[in-house]
């Protein structure tokens, strides 16, 4: 019954939040100086009767909230309109495909690997609190978190595919390279991710075990963690049955946020590597100034990142009985 | 002087001694932080090279000194860019854009922050209601994409940086003086404040902002950090503005360059470290403030 309750209020107030990144996707592109059909419509590579087409569609001749209400239309029946750069190829037909699949694969493999690895290391690092060890790691996770993001990239670049030439240095795939079978395309693939896998991963990886340390160390203080140990528990027990599974409470909610962040780091490395995904393309969209791809871009990583904190939220809830009370 | 005059002075000393006081308190445990010290050593060396740049720096940043791409020699000890310029004294002159780009924009983020924060913590109801929506939209929001995306839309130039720093990364900051003016609300001092007829905006300046002050202090270290970084990653994706090259910029021409593919390692590398210094530096000072200043952490 509480649940319910709970996951109805989660659910409207994710629900509001997207209906704000609605509005504020329709207002971002019509503030800017000069004309406002310019980001939709106005631009010398489309041809006049496509525009004449899109100015009809999105009603820009028409006052501002007539634009609005025919923006929702053409969202519902998901119209977002057609890119500049690729000459009026439509938008959702550029953003939902390979490059949404690239980022997926990136991003996906590296977070879990980092959380893996954060979270490993953050309950061991807690454990031997102040010692060598303890100290390496945190000045290490320090250091990957001050590093910009591309900048570790470049450097990944410059050692691994410069100087070792161990990785590409660009890229998704071999260019012009043609594959007998299907495993041939797959270890192809991998080994144009190695780079922008570490680097990613790198950069996530110390944040994380900084959490997960800190987190650790909160549930070190509990009185069940002083119950365990009365009981003659072994300390392996202790942390991996007892504290690491508390900590890991916090990490939830972290991991939606997040997501947040990891759309960030992977614009920065897509660019950086050249890889074949929505981050490179939000890169190629701004120097081209392809609004209409940026206006879509924007609307389905709302949409991407709402959901993944809703999850975390039902995620939590089910974890965590005190949250539903 | 009247009886009211002699009063108030004396009011306004004793309000100086406390201050001083807790400054002192507050030095006093800020030096036992070893990481705290070495934080403020980075900053404080940074500050002093971007304040001497002319007498440090062997060259003017936009002065053709040598031959193009030219490897690290002891009249360049950094070597040269794409067009001859020494990158040793472009990144001694870049301290002054990223520092100063990072200290405007964290200084206005948290001015927004702490505002949207005290009229949403203090008023509640509808007001408080629609802001913390609209927070919770900024903050679920990635943020580099969206700085992008406003960025294209503003066009470069370093004020349009700062203004996209400031409006794509209040949310932290008032989420934070919410809070706490909301338990401070609550405190009997507010209410006799307000019972001899304080006014709103009187009650506000004088009871609650001293009260939020040390840990938007503590935040705005942090808020610091993440105006560097992002300064850093628009620079580098060509929004800086090329008459006053950050350290961002630099390594953008340095991949203008080709530098990661061609080996220009003398390119990559001292930019880069400079960034990850200075950001490290502000995140000691932060790490520290927050031992002290926040509560919760000290008993631990």
């Known amino acids: ?325 | 002087m009247t009886v009211q005059e002699f009063h108030a002075l004396e009011v306004k000393e004793d309000r100086f001694w406390l201050y001083r006081r807790k400054l002192g308190d507050f030095w006093r445990l800020y030096r036992r932080s070893r990481l705290g010290v070495i934080g403020l050593i980075i900053v404080l060396s940074f500050v002093i090279v971007a304040v001497a740049a002319p007498w440090i720096a062997p060259f003017e940043p936009f002065y053709f000194a040598g031959d193009p791409l030219m490897k690290p020699s002891s009249t360049f000890p950094f070597g040269t860019d794409q067009v001859g310029r020494d990158i040793f004294s472009r990144v001694i002159y870049g301290t002054r854009v990223s520092l100063l780009i990072g200290l405007i924009a964290s200084a206005m983020t948290i001015g927004l922050g702490s505002a949207i924060g005290l009229v949403s913590g203090y008023l509640g109801g509808w007001v408080d209601n629609g802001l913390m929506r609209i927070t919770d939209l900024f903050i679920i929001l990635p943020a580099l994409p969206l700085m992008l995306i406003m960025a294209s839309i503003l066009g470069k130039g370093i004020m349009n940086i700062i203004i996209v720093i400031t409006v794509v990364g209040w949310t932290s900051t008032a989420r934070m003086v919410r809070s706490q003016t909301m338990s401070l609300k609550e405190r009997p001092f507010i209410e006799a404040s307000r019972a001899i007829g304080s006014t709103d905006l009187h009650t506000i300046a004088r009871h609650i902002v001293p009260n939020v002050f040390p840990l938007v202090f503590a935040n705005g270290m942090i808020a610091i950090v993440d105006a560097i970084l992002s300064e850093a990653g628009l620079s580098f994706l060509g929004f800086g503005d090329p008459s006053s090259p950050s350290w961002g910029m630099v390594l953008h021409y340095a991949d203008a360059a080709g530098s990661t593919v061609n080996g220009y390692w003398w390119y990559i590398v001292p930019p880069g470290i400079c960034i990850m210094l200075l950001v490290m530096g502000f995140a000691f000072i932060s790490y520290s403030t927050d031992q002290i200043l926040n509560p919760r952490l000290r008993r631990r």
């Open chain 1, 1 to 325: 019954m509480v649940m319910r309750d709970y996951l109805i209020k989660r659910a409207v107030s994710a629900l509001v939040t997207l209906g704000l990144a609605i509005v504020l996707n329709f207002f971002l592109f019509r503030i800017m100086p000069g004309d406002p059909t310019r980001t939709v419509t106005g631009d010398f590579r489309i041809t006049p009767e496509v525009r004449r087409a899109l100015v009809h569609q999105f009603g820009l001749d028409q006052p501002l909230w007539v634009q609005f209400v025919l923006y929702l239309q053409n969202l519902a029946t998901g119209n977002l309109g057609v890119s500049f750069q690729y000459r009026g190829t439509p938008v959702v037909a550029i953003i939902f495909g390979r490059r949404l699949l690239n980022t997926f694969v990136l991003m996906g493999s590296s977070i879990s690997v980092a959380l893996i690895i954060g979270i490993i290391i953050g309950t061991i690092v807690a454990w031997k609190r102040e010692s060598k060890f303890d100290v390496s790691v945190v000045v290490f996770s320090l250091m990957t978190y001050s590093m910009p993001v591309f900048w570790l990239g470049m450097m990944i670049i410059l050692i691994f595919g410069y100087y070792l030439a161990a990785i590409p240095i660009a890229g998704t795939i071999t260019v012009g390279l043609t594959y007998s079978n299907w495993f041939q395309y797959a270890a192809d693939y991998l080994y144009h991710m190695i780079g922008p896998f570490v680097t990613l991963t790198l950069s996530f990886v110390g944040f994380y075990l900084i959490i997960m340390r800190d987190s650790i160390l909160d549930v070190f203080t509990e009185d069940y963690m002083l119950t365990a140990k009365a009981k003659g528990l072994s300390d392996r027990k202790i942390l991996f049955r007892h504290a690491m599974r508390n900590a890991l409470l916090p990490m939830v909610s972290l991991i939606a946020v997040e997501v947040t962040y990891l759309f960030g780091g992977a614009t920065m490395t897509e660019t950086v590597f050249s890889w074949y995904g929505i981050g490179r393309l939000i890169y190629e969209a701004v120097v081209m100034a392809d609004y209409p791809i940026l206006q879509g871009i924007f609307f389905v990583m709302s949409i991407l990142v709402i959901a993944a904190n809703f999850c975390a939220d039902v995620a939590y809830a089910f974890l965590d009985p005190r949250i539903r009370y």
